[in-house]
């Protein structure tokens, strides 16, 4: 009777993770509000000063974390056109360097400068603060604050 109590705890417990770790998956997805439409996002990366690309292929992307799209950074607002692997609570950074990596990111944090929250993953436009000048950093980066977790960089220029 133990070893059937203890199988059914295990594979309960096993469902029960497979469950909440799905659900941390597609909450922001079914939570997220309408992305840009591919207008809206053209019109804003015409005004940009700066463009980059996002490419699935760096150093701490995986699987569940990664971006790709054309990055454009205007006097107005960063704009992606392109795709986030979807997740919790993104923020966009600028870095007076260029990152690929967790460890990168948190050594060089308090010399970046956080410019929004990223809640689309379909497309972006967030509004870049008036006190935030992008010809002072480098680097766009995409950062999952909740679980420290790098996502995507690209750099726009050379400092």
């Known amino acids: ?18 469950g909440f770790a799905g659900g941390i998956y597609t909450l ?7 992305a840009p439409d591919m207008a809206e996002v053209k019109t804003l990366s015409a005004q940009a000063t700066y463009t980059a690309e996002f490419h699935k292929d760096l150093q701490d992307s ?56 990223v809640k689309t993953f379909q497309n972006f ?9 992008p010809a002072t950093f480098n680097t766009v980066i995409v950062w999952c604050e909740s679980f420290g977790q790098f996502i995507t960089s690209a750099q726009y220029q050379s400092l």
Do not use: C
């Open 62 to 117: 995986d699987f569940l974390h990664w971006g790709e799209g054309q990055v454009a950074i205007g006097p107005e607002s960063i704009t992606l056109m392109g795709e986030l692997a979807p997740g919790p609570d993104y923020k966009l950074y600028l870095s007076p360097q260029f990152v690929e990596t967790e460890a990168d990111f948190n050594r060089l944090k308090a010399s970046m400068v956080q410019v929004g929250d």
């Open 28 to 34: 922001p997805i079914l939570t997220a509000p309408p």
């Open 125 to 133: 436009a967030v509004p870049l603060p008036d006190d935030i000048d």
């Open 1 to 18: 009777m133990k070893i059937r109590t203890l199988l059914l705890l295990v594979t309960h417990g096993i469902v029960g993770f497979a």
